[in-house]
């Protein structure tokens, strides 16, 4: 991604989508306060639960956010044995071999 052109009175700077991202919220933190932030984080803190009101409740019951399924919640209770049967088929190609030129 090209970073994108800011032109001062004086000089041309480079800005990336990034920086630009990080001055506009340091503007608006010196403009409008921390307050400001906090005001706006439970605002939608609050629609978040209104909308999911259900699915978090459910994640509150079963100890927190669901965690990715682990490999034998896919493949089964044999899924490092199916694992190691696919390694013994394709087995992993040797690491490459560096050449050094002696000259």
Same mark, same amino acid.
């Given at each position: ?11 041309? $700077? ?12 340091? #503007? $608006?933190?010196? &403009?409008?306060? =921390? ?6 984080? #439970?605002?939608?803190?609050? &629609?978040?639960? !209104? ?15 669901? =965690? #990715?399924?682990?490999? *034998? *919640? ?6 490092? +044995?199916? !694992?190691?049967?696919? =390694?013994?088929? =394709? ?5 490459? $071999?560096?050449?050094? *030129? +002696?000259?």
């Amino acid at each position: 991604m090209k970073p994108k052109m800011s032109e001062n009175a004086e000089e041309i $700077t480079q800005l990336t989508v990034k920086q630009a991202g990080q001055r506009g919220g340091s #503007r $608006t933190l010196e &403009r409008h306060g =921390r307050e400001h932030f906090q005001a706006i984080g #439970r605002k939608g803190g609050k &629609r978040t639960a !209104k909308l999911y009101r259900e699915l978090l409740s459910d994640f509150g019951k079963r100890g927190g956010r669901p =965690r #990715r399924p682990a490999l *034998d *919640d896919y493949m089964g209770e044999g899924a490092g +044995k199916k !694992k190691e049967a696919l =390694r013994s088929v =394709r087995p992993a190609s040797p690491p490459p $071999t560096i050449v050094q *030129d +002696k000259g």
